[in-house]
């Protein structure tokens, strides 16, 4: 499938974005601590899922989940997160990105609640048994946790959460309209000449 050109007017200057924007009032500006405080550590000791991104030394970007029991990403110290890397479809995209570039951004969520908690930070593979064993976290690994380094810790605003009404079931589709997901990965791989 070839991309047609959008030939559409593009902002490519921060000056104009900003004036696009406005300025962030003060409180937006200087939300982000630098350190896990105890409100950061009770939100994460709540969330069962986080969102992880990455990208590579080129630049090319990956997000992906991370769920698991609530409380899985464990605080080791006020500057320092780690959560344990199960396994999966083994492509292991965002380990791969940490390795050639190590920074991330996390997104925590807690059911129920439209605030989220961003951290950003930089992240390192551990594969040291006896670390891995002290965290306590049942269920298998691949025999890697990975470390954050954090660097930035913020709430986010409700915004987005409650625009798209996501913790209200009246919102959502109904499951005979939902799209299949095995059909999609065949569809998929059929466009790749594999079926």
């Known amino acids: 499938m070839k991309k047609k050109a959008l030939n559409l007017p593009l902002v490519t200057d921060a000056e104009e974005l900003q004036n696009m924007v406005g300025e962030p009032h003060e409180h937006v500006r200087n939300k982000a601590i630098s350190f896990v405080d105890s409100h950061v550590q009770n939100f994460i000791s709540l969330s069962p899922l986080f969102f992880l991104s990455t990208s590579d030394r080129e630049g090319k970007s990956d997000a992906s989940p991370r769920g698991d029991g609530a409380g ?3 605080v080791i110290d006020p500057y320092r997160l780690v959560y344990p890397e199960r396994p999966g479809n083994r492509r292991i995209d965002s380990l791969l990105n940490i390795l050639s570039n190590p920074g991330v951004g ?3 969520l ?5 605030e989220v908690l961003r951290i950003n930070g930089t992240a390192s593979i551990t594969k ?4 891995i064993a002290s965290m306590g976290w049942s269920g298998k690994t691949i025999g890697a946790a ?3 380094d954090v660097e930035e810790c913020f709430i986010h605003c409700p915004r987005a959460f409650k625009q798209a009404g996501l913790w209200s079931s ?3 589709v109904d499951k005979e309209s939902l799209p299949s997901t095995s059909e999609m990965f065949r569809a998929h ?3 790749n000449g594999l079926l």
């Open 72 to 74: 899985f990403v464990k």
């Open 106 to 108: 996390m997104i925590f």
């Open 110 to 114: 807690i059911p129920g609640l439209n």
């Open 128 to 131: 040291d048994e006896e670390f």
């Open 146 to 148: 990975v470390i954050v």
């Open 170 to 172: 009246e919102t959502w």
């Open 189 to 191: 791989l059929q466009i």
